[in-house]
């Protein structure tokens, strides 16, 4: 197993447009190439603007409807919890969510997906 805590950086895109990972969410900020790419792939079956330049990517329709309905229940939950549903929503393993319980980023991160505050 790899020590990576974020396996599918960068193939993202790929991974859900090979239906391999079910649900993406991708940052212009972060990635403003892949961000173009995943508005304009036609592997991409469903996409929607989550956020300003946050567009969500999935293999189905529900995956989106799922995980806008978590971000907006963030607080019913614990980070911990929040981040376990988040993992699998994304298509982690359990195995690779353990592992990304346990790194500093788990408990410092600020992203929504990792639990931090919508601003
Ligand atoms: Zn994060």
Redesign the pocket.
């Known amino acids: 197993m790899s020590n990576c805590i974020a396996p599918h950086e960068h193939e993202e895109l790929m991974l859900v447009e090979e239906g391999i990972k079910p649900l993406a969410i991708i940052y212009h900020d972060k990635n403003p190439k892949m961000y173009r790419a995943a508005c304009s792939s036609s592997l991409i079956k469903h996409r929607k603007l989550v956020r300003a330049g946050v567009i969500a990517i999935a293999t189905k329709p529900q995956y989106i409807d799922i995980y806008m309905k978590l971000v907006k229940d963030r607080k019913l939950y614990t980070r911990t919890t929040f981040q376990v549903l988040m993992g699998g929503y994304l298509g982690y393993t359990s195995e690779e969510i353990i592992m990304y319980l346990t790194s500093n980023?788990s408990k410092t991160?600020?992203?929504?997906?990792?639990g931090?505050e919508l601003k």
């Open positions: 980023e991160c600020t992203c929504i997906e990792c931090g």
